[in-house]
C-alpha cells in the first residue's frame, strides 16, 4: 500500500513512517521542516531505500495537491499542524492557514489523488474544552466546546472530513490524542513535560512544575498511537475516536515517577500556574477499542524509562 505522512519528520509523524516501513508500506513523507526535523527519519532513509520519498514542502503550498495527484497514495495520515496551544492564542490568523486552510489542501490532495482514506490527528486535549472533573475520562460522545483557536481549528478540520466524506467519498477516521509522549519529542513547547523533565534530570538541572502539580492528564505512549494510526488506515471510518489511556496522572506523579527512574532526588521548584491551563484531561478509548481494535499496552514507568534512555543516548552522541 502507498501512504503518505504529512509532518512525517516529526515526533509522532517519524515513529508512524518506521512502523508503516516496517510493514512493507511505500511512503512519501511531506514536511516543511519548521519544527520537524530529518535526524528523526535517519534510521527510515537509511533502511527505506526506495519505499521512502521526502518531500520538503508547506501543506499550504499550491504545489501540495499536484504532487499528491502525482504520488497518488492510498491512504494520507495528516499530521502536519501548528501545534503550539499558545501560539494559537497570540497569532488565531497564522493558526487558521496551517491548521484550517493547510488541512483543506491536504484533502483536496487526497481528492485529487483518489486516496481511499484520510486518518487525521485531532486533539484529544482541546477538543472537549474543560469538561466537569464528573464526566473523565471523557467519551467522543460529550459536547465539542473547544476554548482555544488550536482546538477550534481541530473541530473545523473534523466537520471538513465529513463533508468531504458525502461529497467525494473520502473515507476518514479521525483521533483524538491525549498527551502523547516518547522518544524523540521535542524539549521545547507546551506539549512536551515528559520530554522538559528527562532533560532537565539527566542535566542535573532544576525542574519546573507550574501550579501545584495537582493539574492532571492522561499519558499515553508514542508507540501505541502510531498503532491506532495503522490501525485507522483500515478500521473506524467516519469516526471520531479518542486515543489515550484513561488514566489521570498529575504532575507531580510524573515527576516522582521520572526522579525515580534517573536516580534522582531533587525536589522540583514550584512556579506560578500557567494561564489558560486545563485543570484535569483524560480520554475514554473504548470506541478505538471496539472499532480498531486498539488499547494503551505500554504503562507510565516503562515509558518514561525508554524516554530517559533515548534522551541519554542523544546527549552522548551530541
Sequence with gaps: MKSLVT??????????????????????VVDNLSTGSL??????????????????????????????????????FHL????????????PVFDADVNILGSVRVLEGARAAHASKVVFAASGGTLYGEPDRSDLPVKESHPHRPLSPYG???????????????LYAIEFCALALANVYGPRQDPHGEAGVVAIFARRLLDGAECTIFGDGEQTRDFVYVDDVVDAFVRAGERGSGLVANVGTGVEVSVNELYATMARAAGSDTPPRLAPARAGELRHSS????????????????????????????????????
Design 152 to 166: 477550534v481549528a481541530k473541530k473545523a478540520v473534523i466537520d471538513y472530513l465529513a463533508a468531504y466524506r458525502e
Design 283 to 318: 480520554l475514554d478509548s473504548s470506541r478505538a477499542e471496539i472499532h480498531l481494535g486498539w488499547r494503551s499496552w505500554t504503562a507510565l514507568d516503562a515509558g518514561v524509562r525508554a524516554v530517559l534512555a533515548e534522551t541519554a543516548q542523544r546527549k552522548r552522541s551530541s
Design 39 to 76: 535526524a528523526n527519519l535517519q534510521a527510515a532513509r537509511a533502511d527505506g531505500g526506495h519505499a521512502l520519498t521526502f518531500h520538503n514542502l508547506d501543506i499550504r503550498s499550491e504545489e501540495l495537491v499536484e504532487l499528491m495527484a502525482r504520488r497518488k497514495p492510498d491512504v494520507v
Design 7 to 28: 509532518g512525517g519528520a516529526g515526533f509522532i509523524g517519524s515513529t508512524l513512517v518506521d512502523r508503516l516501513l516496517a510493514e512493507g508500506h511505500a511512503v512519501d
Design 80 to 91: 502536519a499542524a501548528q501545534a503550539d496551544v499558545r501560539v494559537s492564542v497570540e497569532r
